[in-house]
């Protein structure tokens, strides 16, 4: 991984994206064993696209299988647009988020883990990846063996497939102690 300085701020080159490297070391997650189960865990996937010169994003339900997010969708409109304009994204997942109360307000914390990541989105049309898509968002939200899909529904709508690039983990300094306790 090639690093580099900009404005004394260490970042690193990953394919067209300059990222920013994590200041706090102690909280990032390396294991690509707890990536994967937070990116299998989760049911909520935010995406980040250029809108111009302005972010835009939206949250998803979504399936995660072998280093690519799916998320279905209708076959038109203002994200479909953009992601033909430009298939780079950003998106950012969190799993077991938990506010933690104290008795001064600077006392309060809050217990994370979470996934920001880059990669390119795919429009898919094809009715076999539209139900692969399908069962797989369907796996992620607890009911696996639901595999029949109207084809009605099929027809209007298609699969986005985000093909992760990079990502990386962070969770909250006192994870450790809370999965310990």
Request: net charge positive.
């Amino acid at each position: 991984m090639k690093w580099k300085m900009i404005n004394n701020r260490k970042y690193y080159i990953h394919a067209n994206f300059i990222v920013e490297a994590m200041r706090k070391t102690n909280q990032e997650i390396k294991d690509e064993t707890i990536l994967k189960e937070i990116l299998s865990g989760a049911t909520i996937c935010r995406v980040a696209m250029m809108d111009g010169d302005l972010p835009y994003i939206i949250p998803f339900n979504y399936g995660y299988m072998d280093g690519c997010i799916y998320i279905h969708s209708a076959p038109e409109g203002k994200k479909i647009d953009l992601l033909r304009q430009d298939r780079r994204v950003c998106f950012e997942v969190e799993d077991t988020v938990e506010i933690l109360s104290g008795d001064q307000a600077c006392d309060w914390t809050t217990s994370y883990r979470s996934v920001v990541g880059y990669g390119t989105v795919e429009i898919l049309s094809d009715e076999q990846s539209k139900q692969k898509g399908l069962e797989m968002i369907m796996a992620q939200h607890g009911a696996p063996e639901l595999k029949e899909f109207k084809p009605k529904n099929l027809n209007r709508m298609v699969i986005l497939k985000l093909r992760i690039t990079s990502m990386t983990g962070k969770q909250s300094g006192n994870w450790n102690s809370k999965v310990n306790h």
